[in-house]
């Protein structure tokens, strides 16, 4: 079993940068891929990021291409989401997630385990 806790959510200005970590509990994380997905009230949850379980490649959805980048340290077990340039519309629950696949995917359907969320508010 796995546990994602996130944290480094808060209230930022638009234009202002965040940080977001998940650190995860267990032996597997360097295995999995890790995806950072955010969600607002009364709307599906998006897909942000993602990155393999070697940090070889990347992925980015097209709103936070630029602006985003997500990276991991396997020693540290954490994954960490770089937010830089926040506009209101990034305002959300930001929720770390993990899928023991060896492939990038943007499907929440293909992650197994979730944080709880941190919320991110970017003030206008």
């Known amino acids: 079993q796995v546990q994602l806790v996130e944290s480094g959510g808060g209230l930022v200005q638009a234009g202002g940068s965040l940080r977001l970590s998940c650190v995860a509990s267990?032996?597997?994380?360097?295995?999995?891929?890790m995806g950072w997905f955010r969600q607002v009230p009364g709307k599906e949850r998006d897909f942000v990021a993602a990155?393999?379980?070697?940090?070889?490649?990347?992925y980015y959805g097209d709103s936070v291409k630029g602006r985003f980048t997500i990276s991991r340290d396997n020693a540290k077990n954490t994954v960490y989401l770089q937010m830089n340039s926040l506009k209101p519309e990034d305002t959300a629950v930001y929720y770390c997630?993990?899928?023991?696949?060896?492939?990038?995917?943007?499907?929440?359907?293909?992650?197994?385990?979730w944080g709880q969320g941190t919320q991110v508010t970017v003030s206008s």
């Open positions: 990155i393999r379980y070697n940090g070889g490649s990347t």
């Open positions: 997630a993990g899928a023991s696949i060896t492939y990038i995917s943007t499907a929440q359907e293909a992650y197994r385990y």
């Open positions: 267990g032996r597997t994380f360097s295995t999995y891929t």
